[in-house]
């Protein structure tokens, strides 16, 4: 089994959490605040709904080789997120689901040798199109914890955590000058241990932060406040958001 398809797996399994915990809400739960400043439950539902659009989109892209833009401009996400957060509960779920069900198919209709077409997703970072599932989980996964309503970091995949681990170390938080040099550790010893953050300079220790995989997951996305984790050369390094 491909990653590309066992990523595509993941993310069925994982929406089939996300809409079984949505549909025990209520219209007024979704007024409520979720974890994410600023937003509503509705604005997190809205944004997973019109985010599996935006990745039919690099999907179609990839496969067609005409160039679909995951969404037309920022202001049009904003507004489409802000124009949907209101909705019933009934019309989230349905949203949800046939959005997820258009995912799936473009998912399924790209050949496997447009797996490595290179498309551009939102901020301008280039990706294989067989990157696009685990992208997918990313925002399920990690929104579905966003929700406040009981699924949190420690409920997370074990599969999950340590994929998101590797694609944040080696590629978002690699070489990032506001981001101290890190080592990160999983358990005792040496036997775990991953570096990530700018280059030490000269004379100046990696900052060690040990914890297991869920914590570290939980800090590095600004999910948790870092509990949990051990920082032996003092406190825990404040990180940038993600955006």
Known sequence: ??????????????????????????????????ELPGWTRGHVLAHLA??????????TWARTGQETPMYA????????????????????????RTSATRFDAAVTALPPERLPYEVTLRGGVREPAAGLPLRRLAEVELHHVDLG??????????????S????????????????????????PGDGDVRHTGRPATPGEP?????????ALLGWLTGRTDG???SCPNGPLPVLPALG
């Not at 399994?13 to 996300?18: G, K, N, P, Q, S």
């Open 1 to 34: 089994m491909t990653d590309y398809v066992r990523d595509a797996l993941a993310v069925q399994e994982a929406t089939d959490r996300l809409l079984t915990a949505v549909a025990a809400l209520d219209d007024a739960s979704l007024v409520s605040p979720s």
């Open 50 to 59: 019109r985010n599996a659009d935006a990745l039919v989109n690099l999907l």
């Open 73 to 96: 401009d920022a202001h049009t996400r904003d507004a489409e997120i802000l124009r949907d957060a209101a909705r019933p509960l009934a019309a989230h779920l349905d949203d949800l």
């Open 149 to 162: 309503i009981g699924y949190t970091v420690a409920d997370l995949p074990a599969t999950f955590v340590e």
């Open 164 to 187: 998101q681990l590797s694609v944040l170390i080696r590629t978002r938080f690699a070489g990032r000058p506001d981001i101290p040099p890190l080592r990160l550790a999983t358990g």
């Open 206 to 214: 990696p900052v060690t932060v040990t914890g297991s995989p869920a």
């Open 227 to 229: 509990s949990g984790l």
